[in-house]
């Protein structure tokens, strides 16, 4: 997305809402998780049950028309249920000014606690993922829509430090902010299936980590590593996949390509050398995880590469950034409801021979 008006705006913060609240989320697992957070440390001001609500509030994405739509649609389906009661729209969509709500909802700011421990993951409902419509909670881990779903989230940063003028991130979950790793530590340990949520970790953060993983001999999983950073990381990241102690390792190609990186402003030989470590963390039996996104302009890319070496990959098609319902309502239809894969992707998929796993 190049050019999206987006701004700061007067928003409600949770604490002045009045009774309790239904909270539910159509957001990633960091919106989720900083739901969950709030909502562990404030079970009084919380209900998991509709009827019991004041106020339902909808954790939002923004990061392309689809998913605002499905947050939209997930507002509205609450709200024709229980038209009585206070809306909000919270999460990233809150941040987008330029994108309307419905008149019943207002924009609230992302609820969160630090260091808060989250005991209980029932607080905040997390909504069927919108891209597979097939969803069943009782699958596996590893069917798509699953992938992280069921592990502990624990928050070690929010934001992202760097500035790139053309990404949204530090509007919609505002400035950087980092835990302090050492004052994580208890919480670590305290759960299983420990998956680090970071919208960007940093070098400096996956350096601690690894220092506590090995500390205590306990391997964790995590997201969204940039491929700068994986570079950075190259030694640390292969001591504990050969250690045992890295589960899943997913770290954002969007391409490999190096024409259609640069067009993206993005690193080429960083992605390329990315892919070359999740290869190597593969062989140590790491499971590794990609995100690309399709329909890249005028661009006709060949992501049998990435099909051929990931174990799961996402795809997100181009969004211009503009919202406009109408359009959104159709690209759902083509992109989600006629269950055709995108041209790109079947292709991958053929010359790899693969399934899909979106
Ligand atoms: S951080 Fe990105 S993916 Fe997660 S909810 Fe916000 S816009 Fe969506």
């Given at each position: 997305m190049d050019i999206v008006k987006i701004g700061v705006i007067k928003m409600k913060q949770i604490e002045e809402l009045v009774g309790k609240s239904y909270m539910t989320c159509s957001a990633c697992?960091?919106?989720?998780?900083?739901?969950?957070?709030?909502?562990?440390a404030h079970t009084e001001a919380v209900t998991t049950k509709l009827s019991e609500a004041d106020n339902i509030i909808v954790?939002?994405?923004?990061?392309?028309?689809?998913?605002?739509l499905s947050d939209l649609r997930t507002i509205e389906k609450?709200?024709?249920?229980?038209?009585?009661?206070?809306?909000?729209?919270?999460?990233?969509?809150?941040?987008?000014?330029?994108?309307?709500?419905?008149?019943?909802?207002?924009?609230?700011?992302t609820p969160r606690e630090n260091y808060q421990f989250i005991t209980n993951r029932r607080l905040v409902n997390f909504e069927k993922p919108f891209w597979?419509?097939?969803?069943?909670?009782?699958?596996?881990?590893?069917?798509?829509?699953?992938?992280?779903?069921?592990?502990?989230?624990?928050?070690?940063?929010?934001?992202c430090?760097?500035?790139?003028?053309?990404?949204?991130?530090?509007?919609?979950?505002?400035?950087f902010e980092k835990l302090e790793t050492s004052l994580l530590e208890k919480e670590f340990l305290k759960f299983?299936?420990?998956?680090?949520?970071?919208?960007s970790p940093t070098v400096s953060q996956i350096k601690q980590w690894y220092g506590i993983a090995l500390k205590h001999q306990k391997p964790f999983s995590i997201r969204n590593v940039e491929p700068s950073v994986t570079v950075a990381c190259r030694e640390e990241l292969n001591d504990l996949a050969d250690k045992g102690l890295l589960k899943v390792y997913h770290s954002p190609v969007q391409s490999s390509n190096p024409e259609v990186l640069l067009d993206m402003r993005r690193p080429v030989n960083?992605?390329?050398?990315?892919?070359?470590?999740?290869?190597?963390?593969?062989?140590?039996?790491?499971?590794?995880?990609t995100n690309i996104i399709i329909d890249y302009k005028n661009y006709s890319q060949d992501f049998s590469k990435i099909y051929a070496l990931y174990d799961y990959v996402s795809w997100n098609p181009l969004w211009d950034g503009v919202w406009n319902r109408d359009k959104a309502e159709k690209r759902f239809d083509l992109y989600i409801n006629s269950g055709i894969v995108p041209g790109e992707v079947e292709r991958a998929l053929v010359n790899c021979g693969k399934s899909l796993s979106k």
């Open positions: 697992m960091s919106v989720w998780a900083d739901g969950l957070s709030w909502a562990n954790l939002s994405c923004q990061v392309t028309d689809l998913a605002v609450y709200h024709s249920m229980f038209p009585e009661k206070n809306f909000f729209i919270s999460g990233c969509l809150a941040k987008r000014e330029d994108v309307s709500l419905p008149s019943f909802a207002e924009r609230l700011d597979t419509p097939e969803f069943s909670e009782q699958d596996s881990d590893k069917v798509d829509g699953h992938l992280f779903r069921d592990m502990y989230p624990l928050r070690i940063s929010k934001g430090p760097k500035k790139c003028s053309y990404c949204t991130i530090r509007i919609t979950r505002g400035d299983d299936d420990i998956l680090l949520i970071a919208d960083a992605t390329l050398e990315t892919m070359a470590i999740a290869s190597e963390l593969k062989n140590k039996g790491v499971y590794i995880a």
